[in-house]
């Protein structure tokens, strides 16, 4: 069911900012991408997809966090930065560690921010006491998984669907 009263202290052009990023989004995933994925060969060939994405995520931030979007905008670089620094200290032996850094470090601190603004709005924004330490912890907690995730992953599509290849 869907929570009516979230919405309710937004504004009519926030909500109408908020109905455009959800739309361009799902254009993104559900028209863009899968155009996309049958005459591409590279990463690099998703320009569109990566442009709707991008677009998508500033017009949400827009709409959930109005005249606070540009705070979020500066944690997003802050998130970016710390993660490409954690994938740094992480890898210090390694001969290409600041690539490491900037290639795994950077959407990882991207991706832990969007996952703690989102778990910060809907889990801890009625904590009271200690509120500053639990949101540090649970940034770092997140930020450990997406960096280990992303670090040691490996390719996920292709070990699920040779998975269910050789399931069935």
């Known amino acids: 069911m869907i929570n009516t009263k979230l919405l309710a202290n937004f504004s009519t052009p926030r909500k109408a900012i908020l109905m455009v990023g959800i739309f361009t989004l799902l254009i993104s995933t559900c028209v863009i991408f899968p155009i996309q994925k049958e005459e591409s060969n590279f990463l690099e060939d998703f320009t569109y997809t990566f442009l709707g994405l991008f677009l998508a995520l500033l017009l949400l ?56 603004m989102i778990f910060n709005f809907c889990l801890l924004k009625d904590l009271k006491r200690y509120k500053l330490l639990k949101q540090i912890i649970v940034y770092l907690i997140i930020l450990f998984i997406v960096s280990v995730l992303f670090g040691y992953g490996g390719d996920w599509m292709f070990e699920i669907t040779e998975y269910f290849k050789n399931k069935s």
Do not use: E, H, N, R
Request: glycine share 10%.
């Open 61 to 116: 931030m827009i709409g959930l966090l109005g005249k606070d979007f540009f705070k979020g905008l500066l944690f997003l670089f802050l998130s970016a930065i710390f993660g490409a620094v954690f994938f740094y200290v992480a890898y210090p032996v390694v001969q290409y560690a600041s690539f490491i850094a900037v290639w795994l470090g950077v959407p990882s601190g991207v991706l832990t921010a969007i996952l703690f």
